[in-house]
């Protein structure tokens, strides 16, 4: 038979270097694992990565987890396996995993998909904050805001506070950065 390991979240640390290390030396040709192996795990024979339910992850997993394979001089694949019905967002992140491999594009896509999500607070996704710019449309335009930002600041306190008041509400305590 084709020796197996497994590599999971709740093994100890030693256990796992163990695991890792019958598989970067070829004495188990099969690891299963969970999303343990996302990061930090650099194994270049590696070749095949099958991913279940994909639909379940967003992109910068998917894009992390694809990356641990094809590391050496081996042709790799990865195969995302999803479960139907799939989401209008499922459909869009597998297509966005079909279509490119450029991290920079994967993240781009990601934002298009997820929206900016809330740059104070602790959501991730979600309603924006930003409601009268766009990140990727408006970016000259946030550029020349930034660096206008502090003359109106030091010429005109008071209007620039009640426009940060109007904006962010009770959020405007946290940016005292």
Partial sequence: GTPVGLLH???ASGEKAAVMAQFSSG???VLVATTVIEVGVDVP???LMVIEHAERFGLAQLHQLRGRVGRGSKASVCVLIYSPPLSDTGKSRLKAMAETTDGFEIARRDL??????EFMG???SGAELLRFADLQEDAPLLVAARRLAPELLDRHPAAAAAQVRRWLG???EYLKA
């Fill in 112 to 117: 298009d998909i997820r929206g900016p999500g």
């Fill in 170 to 172: 009770t959020k405007a």
């Fill in 27 to 29: 004495a188990t040709s």
């Fill in 122 to 124: 602790s959501r991730q």
């Fill in 45 to 47: 024979n590696a070749s």
């Fill in 9 to 11: 979240g709740r093994m």
